[in-house]
T-cell receptor, first 114, second 116 residues
Framework: AQSVSQHNHHVILSEAASLELGCNYS??????LFWYVQYPGQHLQLLLK??????LVKGIKGFEAEFIKSKFSFNLRKPSVQWSDTAEYFC????????????FGTGTRLQVFP | EADIYQTPRYLVIGTGKKITLECSQT?????MYWYQQDPGMELHLIHY???????EKGDLSSESTVSRIRTEHFPLTLESARPSHTSQYLC???????????????FGPGTRLTVL
């Protein structure tokens, strides 16, 4: 069965620190990849997505992610975090079947301190 | 952002009660989904729909049922709530295969259910 692993469950950073959140998936076929963010008290929002083409994708709020096919990875990065980035981050995979369902990782809780 | 609405946002209810969680979207999306999320855990798909009169079970077994009589409405029902149903329930819809939002799911705010 397909699965998504997020290795960092809880990350604590100071403002201006760099961020990298790991995401690996297990599926041998073609996938669409997503990062969603959930700010405190808000609903899940799309941060960025990768379908094809340039493996380095840029999303909102200065986030980017790199798809490395050989490693089945889609790590999220931001060079300098802000306090407002405090949120829960979810990596998700769509295996491009007819259902278009998403398979999620367990999420990473990011806390940024001023 | 996409317009998906869920009501209620919070529900505390006693064991044995019948409940319906509402989900509606105004974008005309055909595919809709219900996910269940326990604290600190991943979201698990419990139901989905390809369109009107279509409902399918998801990856996680659930005692809930769903219906899809109208495109915009995808309610979830628990006939007899139990404490094991305590969780957060998220509704989503899929933006189809064309346009800037293509092949992307958009989520509602969720319903946090507590069964006493």
């Amino acid at each position: 069965a397909q699965s998504v692993s997020q290795h960092n469950h809880h990350v604590i950073l100071s403002e201006a620190a760099s961020l990298e959140l790991g995401c690996n998936y297990s599926y041998g076929g073609t996938v669409n990849l997503f990062w969603y963010v959930q700010y405190p008290g808000q609903h899940l929002q799309l941060l960025l997505k990768y379908f094809s083409g340039d493996p380095l994708v840029k999303g909102i709020k200065g986030f980017e992610a790199e798809f490395i096919k050989s490693k089945f990875s889609f790590n999220l990065r931001k060079p300098s975090v802000q306090w407002s980035d405090t949120a829960e981050y979810f990596c998700a995979v769509n295996v491009r079947d007819n259902t278009d369902k998403l398979i999620f990782g367990t999420g990473t809780r990011l806390q940024v301190f001023p | 952002e996409a317009d998906i609405y869920q009501t209620p946002r919070y529900l505390v209810i006693g064991t044995g009660k019948k409940i319906t969680l509402e989900c509606s979207q105004t974008m005309g999306h055909d595919k809709m989904y219900w996910y269940q999320q326990d604290p600190g855990m991943e979201l698990h798909l419990i139901h989905y729909s390809y369109g009107v009169n279509s409902t399918e079970k998801g990856d996680l077994s659930s005692e809930s049922t769903v219906s899809r009589i109208r495109t915009e409405h995808f309610p979830l029902t628990l006939e007899s709530a139990r404490p094991s149903h305590t969780s957060q329930y998220l509704c989503a819809s899929h933006a189809g295969t064309s346009g800037i939002r293509a092949d992307t799911q958009y989520f509602g705010p969720g319903t946090r259910l507590t069964v006493l």
